[in-house]
């Protein structure tokens, strides 16, 4: 009898509630801009050098860009991404092997300096955002296409004068 | 003393080698877990192994594992170094048998400091 009741008075299941619930949430409403640019001062204070700053202002169109990224998949699902041109690519290559760099860099060392400072930019954003999370290997190339605006945060800075962005993107599409 | 520095980005093996080696320790570089047990395997057993988490071939979650899965390097200290910052990875690595953790990025400093509280920096080392 009481199970009856209870039947008759529930609200009829549409599942509207479970699709609310497990929609993944939206990056505007997990991280901002302020938290990716600490997190990118930090990891260049500690890798590219200890006088090393990024500035938050926007620069020139990057010419002739060169980006490495890291994956997210977790609640939320993307990419952190870090764009840059490859002269600057090349000197941050030099920053991070220090006096290690040889005086002519193989292209497999800038992208693997590019894509470390992915990959250490990327735990960090992966460790403020609701888990648990798995972070993928680093990635060097074109930059995958962000998703919409509600589901990226980017900053825009100067290193060195040069221009530089980092990106927390959701998948184009998406 | 031995240091083995085990990541999948030679950038980051130069950085942690070289703060290794300023402090005095002989150090040797291994691409990624599989590599890091070639060298143990090979007998060049290290006072401390340096880990990255994310790493192809094998991870270091798997190196940990492996290493504590033979007593003959029980001696061996593992320091994981890496970007894998939540606080149950940290925990699952020091439950398979990592004793330290450092978050990427770290500074020498940061390094050293946990050197002398494992009690591995080498004589001479300045703290």
Known sequence: MYQEQWLFSAPADTGERRRRSDAAP?????????????????????????????????GEPVTDPISSW???????????????????????????????????????????????????????????????????????????????PTDTCRIDVLWRGRPLTVSVQGPAGA | MRALVIDDSRAMRR?????????????????????????????????????????????????????????????????MVTSESEHTQIVRALAAGAHEYVIKPFTADAIRDKLALLGLLPEGASL
């Open chain 1, 70 to 148: 890291v994956e997210i998949v977790g609640p939320w699902n993307g990419a952190v991404v870090l764009t840059c041109d490859r002269t600057t690519a090349e000197e941050l290559a030099r920053c991070l092997l220090r006096e290690h760099a040889p005086d002519v860099l193989d292209p497999e060392d800038v992208d693997d300096a590019l894509g470390e400072l992915a990959n250490v930019i990327g735990g960090n954003v992966k460790a403020v955002l609701p888990g648990p999370s798995v972070l993928g290997l680093p990635a060097v190339g074109a930059a995958p296409a962000p998703g919409g």
């Open chain 2, 15 to 79: 950085i942690v080698s070289g703060i290794l080696e300023g402090f005095g320790y002989e150090v040797r570089q291994a691409g990624h877990g599989r590599e890091g047990l070639d060298v143990l395997e090979q007998g060049w057993v290290p006072d401390l192994a340096c880990v990255d988490w994310n790493m192809p071939v094998m991870d270091g979650l798997q190196f940990v594992s492996a290493v504590r899965a033979n007593p003959a390097w029980r001696q061996v200290t593992i320091m």
């Open chain 1, 26 to 58: 939206l990056l505007a409403e997990l991280l901002d801009e302020a938290t990716v640019q600490g997190i990118a001062d930090e990891a260049w204070l500690a890798l590219v050098g200890e006088a090393e700053v990024l500035v938050p202002l926007p």
